[in-house]
């Protein structure tokens, strides 16, 4: 069925399918490259918004002095959002109630991470690579200066738990098995993005591997912010809290003043 | 209907938001206070942080005492004088409250501050409105009238100095309790999203001798000024007002307090009183309960912007 018009995604696709035309035709490249790019590059976040999703796509390319193997290549996306500061507390009990103690400070805590990849992760790479490059919200806030055979580090349990938290909260996320190659070179995932992310840039990483080596990688920039009412509304909280206040107080005392006339009596 | 919150930064479901408004507004139209204290841990247990709970709220607090302040000022039961030397001293406890909040945030021990406040001031007013209500419940059964106001008889408070006359109170007293009483309120009330007017009320009550009829009033006046103060403070201070959330909670809590309203006209005033006084020893009970009892997940995690 013929569309009455071209959707943008579609002329971004041809472009790009375009594009890699011309470097394959080119054979410039030494070895294989991926060439991705995003379905939508920002989200905006109106009052409707309940979460969305983003279609990451691609492909692998190959110059002729490629020399086909039998092991598969994989693939693994990485959406990272800024860097935060993370704090897990642990409440013990003290005179009989159950008090915040001791706590952690984790400084290089991503506030969003969502990865999606063609196999399990330990098929892919070994966990020393994968620590290194923090592939896997298992290899999220660790020490700078991360040793593997760390195991103090690796099971640190403030670090487990501050995992955990961010894993129910759907902010972490582990996808193994959702990247699927449509061909031998083509690739698609879809990564949902939860409601309550925070609004701001997020790097959109593309990994390629082969037989536990990184081939290549690439990277795009997903923005998500919001738009409209809500947008003004942050903006002024934010950057005028005293005028914001003022102007909350006026609207209660308006909506306070109103109420009474409305149902008033007689 | 889900509607995205720009300040909590989540989606809500309207209806659940109107009806938690609806049902705090339906108990504060019976008992004739704000229900600060029933709402705030309503959206607290809903998801909503706690700070941005306790912020908006203040703003719905405000509506909320708007309407019954306008109310009791035309029929002429409302004490200004009271009122104002009760919220000027309220404003500087809502000052320091909106700074301890802040240090307590930041310490990491705000919820458990808010949950301590909420065991100690809820029971022990809770305790107070039940023992009282019972007393005057059984003293009407055998026929003895009372009266709350005694002309004469006097209690410790009378004996202090810079006495100021109430005229619409009727009563002459040192300006030192009114001024303790509405700075603490400002403090609690600040700190804890509440108006306090569970708090104000026995307060003025026992304490300085106010007519009951003059009390609401005035006390809906004081939790008026503080709340509007706070709700700008914490605009100021903590980016944390939700004004989306807020005007929600005032158009369920508005349509609530009308039926309640209707409600408590038929009971009697004891019988408020006690049936008060066991809802806010249940919601004291129930945070009591959440301390003692062992957490489910010992670790809680929270998030501050990269530094």
Known sequence: MPFPYVPSWLLRRLSLALLLLVGLLSGMAHSEKIVADISEGIIKISSNYTGSEIVVFGMIQRDKATISRSEPYDVVIIVRGKKQTLITRRKDRTFGIWINKERQVFRDAPNFYALSSSRALINIAHPALLAKMQIGTENLLLPVSFDPQDRFATYDPFRRAALRRMREKGLYRDEPNTVTFLNESLFRSTISIPADVEVGAYDVTIHLFRDGTLLHSASRTLKVAKTGFEQHAFALARDYGFFYGLACVMIALFTGWLTGVVFRKN | ?307
């Open chain 2, 1 to 307: 209907m889900e509607l995205y919150l720009p300040i909590a930064e989540m989606p809500v479901n309207i209806f659940v938001i109107l009806g938690m408004g609806g049902t705090v507004g339906f108990l504060s139209g019976i008992f004739g206070i704000g229900g600060g204290f029933l709402l705030t841990p309503l959206l607290i247990f809903y998801g909503i942080s706690p700070a941005v709970a306790v912020a908006s709220v203040t703003a719905q607090i405000t509506a909320s005492s708007t309407t019954g302040a306008l109310a009791y000022l035309r029929s002429g039961n409302l004490d200004l004088k009271l009122g104002t030397v009760l919220f000027s001293a309220g404003i500087a406890g809502s000052v320091l409250g909106v700074q301890a909040f802040a240090i307590l945030r930041s310490l990491g021990q705000l919820d458990l501050i808010i949950s301590i406040s909420y065991v100690t001031f809820l029971g022990a007013v809770g305790t107070l409105m039940v023992m009282e209500s019972v007393r005057a419940i059984v003293k009407a059964r055998k026929g003895i009238s009372i009266s709350m106001r005694k002309p004469g008889q006097h209690n410790w408070i009378h004996g202090l100095p810079f006495k100021m006359r109430f005229k619409k109170s009727k009563i002459y007293v040192s300006v030192l309790p009114v001024v303790a009483i509405g700075g603490s309120i400002g403090f609690l009330g600040t700190v804890l999203g509440i108006g306090g007017g569970f708090m104000l009320v026995p307060a003025l009550i026992y304490l300085l001798r106010v007519p009951t009829a003059v009390v609401i009033g005035t006390s809906l006046y004081q939790i008026l000024v503080t709340m509007a103060v706070a709700t700008t403070l914490h605009a100021a201070t903590n980016q944390t007002v939700d004004i989306v959330l807020a005007l929600i909670l005032m158009i369920g809590g508005t349509i609530g307090a009308q039926f309640g309203a209707q409600i408590g006209q038929k009971l009697k005033a004891e019988q408020l009183r006690a049936l008060l006084g066991i809802l806010v020893l249940m919601v004291g009970l129930r945070f009591a309960v959440d301390l003692v009892l062992e957490p489910t997940d010992h670790y809680s995690i929270e998030v501050r912007g990269s530094d």
